[in-house]
């Protein structure tokens, strides 16, 4: 058990990927001599090579383009997408190609790409740099959607979504990157988690609260908090977004009868929105209440000075939970 | 190359001292024609050596696919007339581009098409139920990509360009004697893809032929709205050298090919090709090209056609025999009506068919919805009769 950053997790998982397997090639902009802009990629290039570790050109659609033909060829394509806010020049070789090849030749060409996007906001950073894009891959099948929210995962994810035969788009809560974490790099892939599945990260039993990637650690504040309240909630890190593990989530809402949500993108047509319906289709009559939905506002990603009114505080979640339970909240007496 | 956009790396040797590198590409703006089109054929120092090995024999085989694709492509229209063809995208006029490139190819080499390569799919060895039943909407795919080394037709305008970049940066990081060709239309030249491949091809030196067919019209638009200079200037600004051919003279179209071809094998790079062509007939059998199209300039292009330039080739010479043309005949009549067969006996795929492939491995998500979507279907008392409806208009 190593005690390692959230970055150096992804690290050490890419660089294990490489050794195992040498149809692993990464590419991305500035991934090579600098290691990526958050350092992701630190040494990767120097010990495996500059065919192994692809300094690309400026350009994310030819990044995510010529991944999908190293695939047609036999490889294993790991693109960084360098923020967010720049995956949307590559959405259309994402969603019509990535997403579409398999079932385009019923599983005759295998798109096995992993896509890197640190995502989210509390940086500081300008616009284009802070965005949660995740619903528009979501909503598009044939792609796997993870959020990972701590080192362990971090590590242990980005080898299986490397592993996996299905594209995977990776969302790396880039607030998190500094924090540290116990990562067990002896862990037995096959025996980890599957990607797809989600974990209650904190039980309980009044209200359940689901969230997934930088808002995790928030959630599980929140939980604590709560408790000094004598609410006891329980938290599920999603993990993967799609396909999102209802199962898990519908277990914890039969028992707690309340659903609260967050993420830090905007509300509408969110994942939110999603689970709150699904979750109501499977187990309306276990609700005592409508699900809540604490999110991002529908605004464009915020100027840095303003992103705390914008993300999901501590806070804004308590008050989503007294909104479940009925208590005295911010909404009190608002009808409708 | 790819270890290094220096470039040093994989191939230091290259390029080698192969005929190909002997020829000063961007043929400055001639187009090169190895037969005119009164089918008289043109000597050209630096490219006969190129289609030196055509003899008899091979000009006759290279009428026949030409023949052959012309045959396919007129029963592919009646068959979408008739509703047995949801849509179907013509290469009439185009035949000489698509059998010089396609005949170019090893096997071994990959392509990567459009959706308007019929003729390039029936070379490579696709079987004709296969490139029947993308247009027929039985599968969105034709033939298995890996077997004949053909990715599936691509919709998406330009967006193959890319692929083939990559699988050329693939093919590269194999080591491998391969090359990869991307065909495209003038249109596509305008989209970022095409332009972001030429970067990355120039960049790592990727063993690619761009291979563009300019057919004049991209639908309704003409191709001086999509470029002000001559497309093949265009990737010289990028680094890549480039040829423009005459896509009307398939011997002309096969040296380029062949030179493009052996510059990407001895690690000479990425090619640009312009087959200058023109697309006979509509867009697709949805289009109706006499809204936008003058009729005098079809007629200018129907006297270049690329079928009679090679018959009057053939007659010049003295080969175009009773037998040759029986035989043609005869292949052609065969071809179409195994076209016709295959098509109109294809089996329809069963409901739950659309829900197989998304994923390699299951998805809760869809399994969930498969499993929903087969209780409705099974709560009829009576099985449901499903008809493959056929629509008109899709691209």
């Known amino acids: 058990m190593s005690k390692l950053t959230f970055a150096r997790a992804i690290n050490a998982g890419l660089r294990k990927s490489l050794e195992n397997d040498p149809k692993v090639v990464l590419m991305g902009e500035d991934i090579g001599s600098l290691g990526g802009v958050f350092r992701v990629t630190d040494g990767l290039q120097k010990d495996f090579g500059k065919h192994r570790v692809i300094d690309s050109p400026l350009a994310e659609s030819g990044i995510i383009g010529t991944a999908v033909g190293l695939a047609y060829r036999g490889y294993r394509p790991v693109c960084e997408i360098q923020f967010d806010g720049f995956i949307y020049p590559a959405f259309d070789q994402i969603v019509s190609q990535v997403a579409k090849m398999h079932y385009r030749t019923q599983g005759r060409v295998k798109m096995p790409i992993t896509i890197r996007v640190p995502f989210g906001g509390g940086i500081g950073s300008p616009e284009h740099h802070s965005e949660s894009p995740e619903a528009y891959f979501t909503h598009t099948s044939g792609l796997r959607v993870v959020a990972v929210s701590n080192p362990q995962d971090a590590y242990t994810m980005i080898q299986q979504a490397i592993a996996s035969d299905d594209p995977v788009l990776y969302f790396e809560p880039k607030r998190r990157y500094h924090d540290k974490g116990d990562v067990d790099e002896s862990i037995d892939l096959s025996r980890a988690l599957p990607l797809d599945k989600a974990a209650v990260v904190n039980a309980g039993d009044d209200v359940t609260l689901v969230a997934y990637g930088p808002l995790v650690k928030t959630a599980k504040d929140a939980a604590m908090a709560a408790a000094d309240e004598g609410i006891s909630v329980e938290v599920i890190d999603l993990r993967s977004l799609a396909p999102v593990d209802y199962p898990v989530v519908e277990a914890s809402v039969r028992k707690t009868g309340r659903l609260v949500i967050t993420h830090e993108a905007g509300q509408s047509g969110g994942l939110g929105a999603e689970i709150a319906a699904s979750i109501t289709e499977r187990c309306f009559n276990y609700l005592e209440s409508a699900p809540v939905r604490i999110t991002g506002f529908d605004v464009p990603y915020p100027y840095s000075k303003l992103e705390m009114h914008h993300l999901p505080d501590l806070d804004r979640i308590l008050d989503g939970v007294d909104r479940a339970l009925g208590r005295p909240n911010s909404l009190s007496g608002l009808e409708g | ?395």
């Open chain 2, 1 to 395: 190359m790819l270890t290094d956009q220096a470039g040093k790396g994989v191939h230091d040797d290259a390029p080698g001292p192969g005929l190909s590198a002997q020829i000063s590409l961007r043929t400055g703006g001639d187009l090169l024609q190895l037969v005119s089109p009164d089918g008289e054929r043109i000597s050209h120092p630096e490219f006969d050596v190129w289609v030196k090995d055509v003899g008899d024999e091979q000009l006759c085989s290279l009428y026949e696919d030409m023949t052959v694709i012309r045959r396919i492509d007129a029963e592919a229209t009646a068959l979408q007339r008739q509703g047995e063809l949801a849509l179907w995208p013509p290469l009439l006029g185009q035949e000489a581009a698509q059998i010089g490139s396609s005949r170019s190819l090893r096997d071994d080499d990959f392509v990567f098409p459009s959706y308007r390569e019929s003729g390039v799919a029936y070379v490579r060895g696709a079987h004709l139920s296969e490139i029947a039943r993308v247009w027929r909407g039985n599968a969105s795919y034709g033939w298995d990509p890996q077997r004949i080394n053909l990715a599936t037709p691509q919709i998406i305008i330009g967006s193959q360009s890319l692929h083939a970049t990559g699988y050329a940066m693939g093919v590269q990081l194999d080591g491998a004697n391969t090359a990869v060709l991307a065909y495209f239309g003038d249109g596509a030249t305008s989209e970022g893809d095409v332009n972001e491949a030429m970067v990355f091809a120039a960049s790592y030196q990727a063993p690619v032929v761009f291979f563009c067919q300019n057919n004049h019209w991209a639908i309704s638009e003409p191709v001086r709205i999509q470029s002000h200079v001559q497309l093949a200037d265009r990737p010289t600004g990028f680094g890549i050298p480039s040829m423009r051919v005459d896509g009307n003279d398939v011997l002309a179209v096969m040296a380029a090919t062949r030179v493009a071809l052996d510059r990407a094998r001895k690690g000479g790079g990425p090619t640009f090709i312009e087959a200058v062509t023109y697309r006979m007939g509509p867009h697709t059998t949805a289009d109706d090209p006499t809204r936008y199209r003058d009729p005098i300039e079809l007629e200018d292009w129907a006297a270049k056609d690329p079928i009679l330039r090679l018959r009057k080739l053939l007659e010049a010479k003295g080969l175009l025999t009773d037998d040759v043309e029986a035989r043609v005949k005869a292949k052609a009549d065969d071809v179409a009506g195994e076209l016709r067969s295959s098509c109109i006996g294809m089996p329809d795929p069963q409901p739950l068919d659309v829900f197989n492939h998304v994923y390699s491995t299951p998805n809760s998500w869809i399994e969930r919805q498969k499993d929903h979507y087969s209780r409705y279907l099974n709560s009829f008392s009576q099985p449901v009769e499903f008809s493959q409806p056929v629509e008109e208009g899709a691209r």
